[in-house]
């Protein structure tokens, strides 16, 4: 069964930059059937789409977002990254990696999330 | 962007009833690409409702989805205790996604 994990730094100071890692088991990250993507949810709010991947290398961003953003993969190792630079304390949330239908785009298959708080 | 408004914000009923979810979309969003998830506190959010009326894996038939343009509902038939969560609607267009805000089903 296919699973994603999270992994990264939990805290980040303030103008600096957020990297996070997604592992990809139990499963392929190069099929075509699906692609991969990065969701955030501020404590206590809804559900914000950061960017997504696909195993090619192609990437799609949240416009709001996208000057501070880069989503990279690297299918040797199954994982895929988030790079959000000049944090505040706005992007405080949780992150979540999920994997993504192809023909549907909706999110199957999420990791566990991880809390990272922008905080000097 | 298209933006995704859901009512009510929050729903209260009590188990067995049934509870219906509304997601209205500022623009018209092909069927195909209407989501809905579950969300408990804790947890990450679970597919349930994908293409607007099909059910994702292992989703009880309890759970349905449909309508078209701007105007989806999801309907849960008769609530378990386990179905009181939050509910969010989710579209995908020109290669972006966008959530609505939420709807919270609480026990009455």
């Known amino acids: 069964q296919l699973q994603l994990q999270e992994s990264g730094p939990g805290l980040v100071k303030p103008s600096e930059t957020l990297s996070l890692t997604c592992t990809v088991s139990g499963g392929s990250i190069s099929s075509e059937s699906y692609y991969w993507g990065w969701v955030r949810q501020p404590p206590g709010k809804g559900l914000e789409w950061i960017g997504t991947?696909?195993?090619?290398?192609?990437?799609y961003y949240n416009p709001s977002l996208k000057s501070r953003i880069t989503i990279s993969v690297d299918t040797s190792k199954s994982q895929f990254s988030l790079k959000l630079s000049s944090v505040t304390a706005t992007d405080t949330a949780v992150y979540y990696c999920a994997r993504i239908l192809v023909g549907w785009d909706a999110f199957d298959i999420w990791g566990q999330g991880t809390l990272v708080t922008v905080s000097s | 962007e298209i933006v995704l408004t859901q009512s009510p914000g929050t729903l209260s009923l009590s188990p067995g009833e049934r509870a219906t979810l509304s997601c209205r979309a500022s623009?018209?969003?092909?069927?195909?690409?209407l989501a809905w998830y579950q969300q408990k506190p804790g947890q990450a959010p679970r597919l349930l409702i994908y293409g607007a009326s099909s059910r994702a894996t292992g989703i009880p038939d309890r759970f349905s989805g449909s309508g078209s343009g701007t105007d989806f509902t999801l309907t849960i038939s008769r609530l378990e205790p386990e179905d009181f969560a939050v509910y969010y609607c989710q579209q995908y267009g020109s290669s972006s996604f966008t959530f609505g805000p939420g709807t919270k089903v609480e026990i009455k």
């Open positions: 623009q018209s969003v092909s069927s195909s690409y």
């Open positions: 991947v696909y195993y090619s290398g192609s990437t």
